[in-house]
């Protein structure tokens, strides 16, 4: 099998449809052998329902997860269950470009030394706006920074590719798959970062394209978690886990007494605005977990019940 298409999902079966819609409508001819798995991790909208029939698709496996699971650990159930050499990843939330797959499968095929263990696509808005060419997370600061290329290179070295994403299966399997006590956030930048400590390279893909059906919106409480308790809190836990995992011990140093306690008191700040009490709890719980784990290299989960 050369390609495995993974897709997981939950209570969003518009967007999956949606999304599956553009698989079938793109050029899958060009690839030799390929499959789609659906991982659903327990929703109530109808999803649990579908069945690989509903689709259409004669190489279609869909898994019900029986209780929630969570993204990171329903990608894993979907790479346990696939066979592809190449194993990609799409959310629910995007329509993919007609010939994204076979420019990333050929990429792929191109360079067979794995000097390039991650690829992806760049990102659009559902608007067609350009999101970003690729990501850099400064391991001092914390910060992610999103840049644009206007150069003429086919692919730009990335800190992790969210949303849309290939990668080879030795690779992924050398990396111990994603670590499931990351929930989300900082995920796919933790894959990469342990990618690239095995020596692979992390890039985006110029010329494939998915489009991403965001809003663009920045610094309100949606954007900073407000839908989801346990991404609020993931986005300050995990970025210090991403810093203490990867960080030079220069970096380490002057993250924990500088900018540590910077995100979540701004991040405190930007949603009090709005009034959102529960989310600056959430925060400070992800902050205190993140000290821990910076200092005895245990992962906390204060939401786990």
Not at 36 to 55: Q, R
Not at 64 to 86: D, F, L, P, T, W
Not at 258 to 272: A, R
């Amino acid at each position: 099998m050369e390609l495995s298409i993974i897709i997981t999902t939950r209570n969003r079966k518009n967007d999956l449809l949606s999304c599956v819609n553009s698989i079938k409508n793109s050029d899958l001819k060009s690839i030799s052998t390929w499959e789609l798995i659906i991982v659903d991790d327990c929703s109530n909208d109808g999803t649990e329902l579908l069945v690989s029939n509903d689709l259409q698709l004669d190489n279609c496996k869909i898994i019900h997860n029986n209780e929630q699971q969570m993204m990171v650990k329903s990608r894993n159930i979907g790479a346990k269950n696939a066979s592809g050499k190449y194993l990609l990843y799409i959310d629910d939330d995007n329509i993919i470009e007609h010939d994204m797959i076979s420019i990333l499968v050929n990429f792929a095929n191109n360079h067979k030394d794995y000097d390039y263990g991650i690829i992806g696509p760049v990102m659009y808005r559902s608007n067609k706006q350009k999101c970003f060419n690729y990501q850099y997370i400064s391991l001092l600061t914390g910060k992610t920074y999103f840049y644009i290329d206007n150069t003429t290179c086919e692919v730009c070295n990335s800190n992790g590719i969210p949303n849309v994403f290939l990668i080879y299966r030795e690779v992924f399997e050398k990396c111990g798959y994603f670590d499931e006590s990351i929930i989300q956030s900082y995920t796919e930048p933790d894959l990469a970062f342990t990618a690239r400590n095995f020596g692979y390279k992390c890039g985006i893909v110029k010329k494939a394209i998915t489009y991403h059906n965001i809003g663009g919106e920045n610094y309100t409480s949606r954007s900073l978690g407000g839908q989801f308790s346990q991404k609020a809190y993931c986005l300050i836990r995990n970025r210090t886990v991403m810093v203490a995992r990867y960080g030079k011990w220069y970096q380490r140093l002057i993250y924990i007494v500088m900018f540590s306690w910077f995100w979540p008191l701004i991040y405190s700040m930007l949603v009090l605005r709005e009034n959102r009490w529960d989310l600056v709890k959430l925060y400070w719980l992800g902050y205190l977990d993140g000290i821990r784990y910076f200092f005895t290299g245990k992962l906390k989960n204060s939401l786990k019940k």
